[in-house]
């Protein structure tokens, strides 16, 4: 399938940005700061880190109804994918380019975090501190693990769209059900698979925003289709085995998060219809010069966003609470209200910080020219996604933990993954060669 076969039917893909998308991007990953900021309750005491979650609070499980983004962030992700695609001189051009946009990030991570475990080790840190932080330093990569494969059948859930189009979601929405219905049945293990049918069910609904009606629904038939998904999953958390909170909680026997339930499915058709509802309102809010800036800022910063915001957690709680031994205040109560701005604002000042170290990795831009073929741009994309969810799963831990236990196996398939995406060439320099090239064989005609 070549680029130009993709039909063009809504605004978003028209040309230029969609700054709807901007905002949901840029909305999003904010959300996710807000949350995974406000969340811990921390305190310390004889070398161990006691960890609480402050939305296990009775009735704030509300909130993870709006603030759990990550649907809207694969929702978005299908509609740029698209726009992306559509304008990309090949699949393999799209696919090399996207594999490497996201893993180029990653590398200024992993290099720090394959220090940083044993330079505290070294400083007298206790173990069960440090390993929670590279745990958590390490947790968000699994959306980047799951994301890489959305990317490597982007080109395929394309051609199934434009094929079956609502149908290709619905029935993975269905395969979902039916995972759910093993796991909660003795097959636990299974409910994995929902990482493939519930994320790329909602980034093919991206697809439905760009060519489709979805993205030209009017303001009632969007809050219709809000109310429906929210309905839904209000349904299935009353009368199924699902919690009511849409992420994680501790303690809790069932995660609606880890592995994905079908219920987050149904969750981001409320989400998106909710957005969709007020488009207009927030696209003009976009068109305003300053928050316009904004969103450029984070838009060209977003996965650096994303990976660094939990590092900058981890240095503020570990002045504070190990450092200083501050311990957080009862989520809810004045003390804890009056501390919550002052935690933002540290947590902010040193993400900020972060940013300006590393956030250039991924702000370069450069045209170049794809060396890769498919079948290998699949594998580098495969032994990446392998390589990230190994190291979400078992986290940042000291060298010294050895070659099984440590995370030097799973750097080692992200980088081969990176590596094996191809040897990619400025455009610059490529033409400069071809022209040294030419003129050469001119020389030699003479």
Same mark, same amino acid.
């Given at each position: 399938?070549?680029?130009?076969?993709?039909?063009?039917?809504?605004?978003?893909?028209?040309?230029?940005?969609?700054?709807?998308?901007?905002?949901?991007?840029?909305?999003?990953?904010?959300?996710?700061?807000?949350?995974?900021?406000?969340?811990?309750?921390?305190?310390?005491?004889?070398?161990?880190?006691?960890?609480?979650?402050?939305?296990?609070?009775?009735?704030?499980?509300?909130?993870?109804?709006?603030?759990?983004?990550?649907?809207?962030?694969?929702? #978005?992700?299908?509609?740029?994918?698209?726009?992306?695609?559509?304008?990309?001189?090949?699949?393999?051009?799209?696919?090399?380019?996207?594999?490497?946009?996201?893993?180029?990030?990653?590398?200024?991570?992993?290099?720090?975090?394959?220090?940083?475990?044993?330079?505290?080790?070294?400083? *007298?840190?206790?173990?069960?501190?440090?390993?929670?932080?590279?745990?958590?330093?390490?947790?968000?990569?699994?959306?980047?693990?799951?994301?890489?494969?959305?990317?490597?059948?982007?080109?395929?859930?394309?051609?199934?769209?434009?094929?079956?189009?609502?149908?290709?979601?619905?029935?993975?929405?269905?395969?979902?059900?039916?995972?759910?219905?093993?796991?909660?049945?003795?097959?636990?293990?299974?409910?994995?698979?929902?990482?493939?049918?519930?994320?790329?069910?909602?980034?093919?609904? *991206?697809?439905?925003?760009?060519?489709?009606?979805?993205?030209?629904?009017?303001?009632?038939?969007?809050?219709?289709?809000?109310?429906?998904?929210?309905?839904?999953?209000?349904?299935?958390?009353?009368?199924?085995?699902?919690?009511?909170?849409?992420?994680?909680?501790?303690?809790?026997?069932?995660?609606?998060?880890?592995?994905?339930?079908?219920?987050?499915?149904?969750?981001?058709?409320?989400?998106?219809?909710?957005?969709?509802?007020?488009?207009?309102?927030?696209?003009?809010? #976009?068109?305003?010069?300053?928050?316009?800036?904004?969103?450029?800022?984070?838009?060209?910063?977003?996965?650096?966003?994303?990976?660094?915001?939990?590092?900058?957690?981890?240095?503020?709680?570990?002045?504070?609470?190990?450092?200083?031994?501050?311990?957080?205040?009862?989520?809810?109560?004045?003390?804890?209200?009056?501390?919550?701005?002052?935690?933002?604002?540290?947590?902010?000042?040193?993400?900020?910080?972060?940013?300006?170290?590393?956030?250039?990795?991924?702000?370069?831009?450069?045209?170049?020219?794809?060396?890769?073929?498919?079948?290998?741009?699949?594998?580098?994309?495969?032994?990446?996604?392998?390589?990230?969810?190994?190291?979400?799963?078992?986290?940042?831990?000291?060298?010294?933990?050895?070659?099984?236990?440590?995370?030097?196996?799973?750097?080692?398939?992200?980088?081969?993954?990176?590596?094996?995406? *191809?040897?990619?060439?400025?455009?610059?320099?490529?033409?400069?060669?071809?022209?040294?090239?030419?003129?050469?064989?001119?020389?030699?005609?003479?």
């Amino acid at each position: 399938m070549t680029t130009s076969q993709l039909r063009v039917s809504t605004p978003a893909a028209k040309g230029g940005r969609d700054k709807f998308l901007d905002v949901v991007r840029a909305g999003a990953i904010l959300a996710v700061i807000t949350q995974h900021w406000v969340m811990p309750v921390l305190s310390y005491s004889d070398g161990q880190l006691a960890t609480g979650n402050a939305l296990a609070t009775p009735g704030w499980w509300a909130f993870t109804w709006l603030s759990q983004v990550m649907p809207l962030v694969f929702f #978005a992700g299908g509609a740029a994918n698209l726009i992306s695609l559509r304008r990309a001189a090949s699949s393999r051009a799209w696919l090399a380019g996207r594999i490497r946009r996201l893993l180029v990030p990653v590398l200024p991570l992993v290099a720090v975090w394959l220090v940083v475990p044993d330079l505290l080790q070294g400083m *007298g840190i206790p173990p069960q501190p440090l390993q929670i932080a590279g745990s958590i330093a390490a947790q968000l990569l699994w959306f980047l693990s799951v994301y890489l494969l959305t990317v490597l059948v982007t080109p395929l859930m394309v051609a199934a769209h434009r094929r079956w189009g609502l149908k290709v979601p619905f029935v993975m929405a269905a395969a979902g059900v039916l995972v759910d219905v093993a796991r909660f049945n003795d097959l636990g293990m299974i409910g994995y698979v929902n990482a493939v049918f519930v994320w790329v069910a909602v980034h093919q609904l *991206g697809f439905h925003y760009v060519e489709g009606k979805l993205g030209e629904l009017s303001r009632r038939a969007a809050l219709g289709l809000s109310a429906a998904g929210f309905g839904v999953t209000a349904l299935m958390v009353a009368f199924g085995p699902y919690p009511a909170s849409m992420i994680g909680m501790p303690g809790a026997p069932v995660s609606n998060m880890s592995p994905p339930t079908v219920l987050l499915a149904f969750l981001a058709v409320g989400q998106i219809g909710l957005l969709l509802a007020f488009r207009p309102q927030l696209n003009a809010l #976009a068109a305003k010069p300053g928050f316009g800036s904004a969103l450029s800022w984070i838009g060209a910063r977003f996965m650096s966003v994303y990976l660094w915001h939990m590092p900058a957690l981890i240095v503020v709680s570990g002045i504070t609470v190990y450092g200083l031994h501050y311990a957080t205040p009862a989520p809810g109560t004045l003390l804890w209200l009056v501390m919550v701005p002052m935690w933002f604002g540290a947590c902010g000042a040193v993400l900020l910080g972060l940013l300006r170290l590393f956030a250039r990795f991924e702000m370069q831009r450069d045209s170049v020219v794809v060396t890769a073929r498919t079948p290998q741009l699949v594998l580098a994309g495969l032994l990446a996604s392998g390589g990230l969810l190994g190291l979400a799963a078992h986290g940042f831990q000291p060298l010294s933990a050895g070659l099984v236990h440590g995370p030097v196996p799973w750097v080692v398939l992200t980088a081969a993954g990176f590596v094996l995406a *191809g040897r990619q060439v400025p455009v610059t320099r490529f033409l400069g060669r071809a022209v040294a090239v030419v003129e050469t064989a001119q020389l030699k005609k003479v």
